[in-house]
């Protein structure tokens, strides 16, 4: 079956622009998670949804991060007036109620010059 | 200090090499244990679960001492396609993952 997709693959803005990353998680997948990889940097979690709930956002960086999901489907990772250090690979992950593996999608590359 | 930490690599070995990778975790509330592996510019893949019991999965053996909070991942007869980095990871309550900064592994001929 389809896996998870992310929109754009690849986004080069400017800084003080706004940019939405969109994730669409497998089928049936309750749960998503928002990850970010910087240069050099290992993965950090930003923010977590459970249905349309975030019960945890704690990783997000600072306010100029938001993120929302609808209908318990897609979700979007907004970041406002964008800085040179929010240039990373943002990646989405989902996966079923409970225990279980989730399974990332292929990750969006924000290069902000 | 970081919450999982991992050998810096980066790990160079010949074909058919026996190599092993550890990592330690700092939170002790940490529910899940993982190694994924990641090849270049790619996402994450999970490559097994690791339990307290051990498992095994082919050339790959994973372990897990949770009074010591420590993981690790045992390849044997490495092949040039195991070549990636290997990431060690837990889970917390949520199924929030917090990742090591991985160990990059190439494999020669």
């Known amino acids: 079956g389809a896996g998870v997709s992310q929109s754009p693959s690849n986004k080069v803005t400017e800084k003080g622009k706004d940019v939405e990353l969109r994730c669409d998680p497998i089928s049936g997948h309750t749960a998503l998670y928002w990850y970010r990889q910087s240069l050099g940097q290992g993965l950090e979690f930003l923010i977590y949804f459970q249905g349309n709930s975030a019960p945890d956002k704690s990783g997000l960086p600072s306010d100029r991060f938001s993120a929302e999901r609808t209908g318990g489907s897609v979700s979007t990772l907004t970041i406002q007036r964008t800085q040179q250090e929010d240039s990373a690979v943002y990646l989405c992950?989902?996966?079923?109620f409970g225990a279980g593996t989730q399974y990332f999608g292929p990750g969006t590359r924000l290069t902000v010059l | 200090r970081k919450e999982v930490e991992q050998d810096p690599g980066p790990f160079n070995v010949p074909e058919g090499a026996t190599v092993a990778f550890n990592c330690t975790y700092s939170?002790?509330?940490?529910?899940?244990f993982f190694w994924y592996r990641q090849d270049c510019r790619k996402e994450p893949k999970l490559l097994m679960s690791?339990?307290?019991s051990g498992n095994e999965d082919g050339r790959f053996t994973a372990q897990l001492n949770r009074a010591s909070q420590y993981i690790s991942l045992l390849i044997r007869d490495s092949k040039l396609s195991d070549s990636a980095t290997y990431l060690c990871v837990v889970g917390l309550q949520g199924g929030k993952l917090i990742f090591g900064q991985g160990t990059e592994l190439s494999v020669k001929p």
């Open positions: 690791v339990y307290s």
């Open positions: 939170n002790s509330a940490s529910q899940s």
């Open positions: 992950a989902s996966k079923e």
